[in-house]
């Protein structure tokens, strides 16, 4: 179930042909001289996918005159992209994970070492495309991947840890998915040549979006069935990864948090995982995580407040609340 369905971003003149420049050069990118390279790092952009990021950075970069992407634009949001994808590829590794938008993942078809070593190709062009988009933004890339590496160790060194800070849960999402918006965004203002003031206000908007987009996520693993997730539902919670709604629910520490906690801090067998989505689906921890992403959808209001008015702007406003309308 994805969490950007219907997006205003996608509905925006020429995103249609733009998303398809996208898809173009990202296979581009990925092309070598060796066929079985080509077709590892070429797999889940075959795969499809509504390329978020991408979009991100080329409504960031019209937001003060709309129309089709400039070519700089489009780059910069593949080089995004890019990196998204070669994190799902060790991601995939890590997780022992079969499966990715329909296909088998890449450490199943191929095996976990040329799972590696396609994900750091990937990242590697990725860096590359943004070297060609000048200093500033390759050193903004960098920096990028950087964070998204804290923010999974933030989430690895806490696995079924279940005294984990909000603030953990805060910090590791930030990093490992908001950062990576919040690039997209800056970069598509860098590039296009927007006031600094426009491009930080842009960052903001990323990073807030980045925010709510991961709490929705995680409030669907738990509020969502097996069908419409794809997978079961409390995927997170057998992994060991405790989320907003979790968290929350354990801190409460009523009856039935308290029975949710002694059976956290381990894998869960079949029953165990039922009544776990029981006790979270009843109690006030998705409230809890809907009020918190609530908030992040005002931090990209007060930004799009500091952007130039328009079509674009109005677009990204649109977004964030519509990231909330998934889980009415």
Known sequence: MSVATASPLLSLPHMAADRERVEAAMLAAVRTSD???????????TAGGKRLRPVMAIAASLVATGGSAAEEAIQGGIACELVHLGSLYHDDVMDESTTRRGVETVNAKWGNLQAILAGDFL????SEIAASLGTEVAGLLAHTIGNLCEGQIEELRHTYDISRP??????????????????????????????RTVIDALTRYGTAYGMVFQIVDDILDITSSDAELGKPAGHDMVEGVYTLPVLHTMAVGDATGKELKSMLGAPLDDAQQRRALEIVRAGSGIQFAIETAQRFVQEASDACDALPQGEVTNALREATNNLLQSIA
């Open 166 to 195: 909000v603030d953990s849960y805060l910090v590791s999402i930030d990093g490992k998915t908001a950062s990576l918006y919040s690039t997209a965004a800056r970069i598509g203002g860098i590039v296009a040549g927007h006031d």
């Open 35 to 45: 066929d079985y390279l080509t077709e590892i790092a070429s797999h889940l952009i």
């Open 123 to 126: 990242l590697a062009r990725a």
